[in-house]
């Protein structure tokens, strides 16, 4: 059964930064190193948006919202996946999801991010 499981989210002030992470597991590392990984958001009232993306080869892609700001990473050996996000808005403000696809359709639990202005 796979499972993802975030952390690092929190309370930042507007400027700031925060690392969340993401940890698969129930899948193994040949496995995870070679799926792609995304994370997205859902601010409240709103429709859940892809943030970024990256591919088991370590090519990325950013919604322009936050390109320039966050940096998506994947560390195969320990089969995670983190989002560095700098300079935060209080437009960012959200709970991040992440996500992967092996046959179906996997979401982790989330983890709010809230930035005060």
């Known amino acids: 059964q796979v499972q993802l499981v975030e952390s690092g989210g929190g309370l930042v002030q507007a400027g700031g930064s925060l690392r969340v992470s993401c940890a698969a597991s129930?899948?193994?590392?040949?496995?995870?190193?070679?799926?792609?990984m995304r994370w997205f958001r859902q601010a409240p009232g709103e429709q859940r948006e892809l943030v970024a993306d990256?591919?088991?080869?370590?090519?990325?892609n950013y919604a322009d919202s936050v390109e320039g700001r966050f940096t998506i990473s994947r560390d195969n050996a320990k089969n995670t996946v983190y989002l560095q996000m700098n300079n935060l808005e209080p437009g960012d403000t959200a709970v991040y999801y992440c996500?992967?696809?092996?046959?179906?359709?996997?979401w982790g639990q989330g983890t709010q991010v809230t930035v005060s202005s």
């Open positions: 990256i591919s088991g080869g370590g090519v990325t």
């Open positions: 996500y992967l696809r092996l046959y179906r359709d996997y």
């Open positions: 129930g899948l193994a590392r040949i496995t995870f190193s070679s799926v792609a």
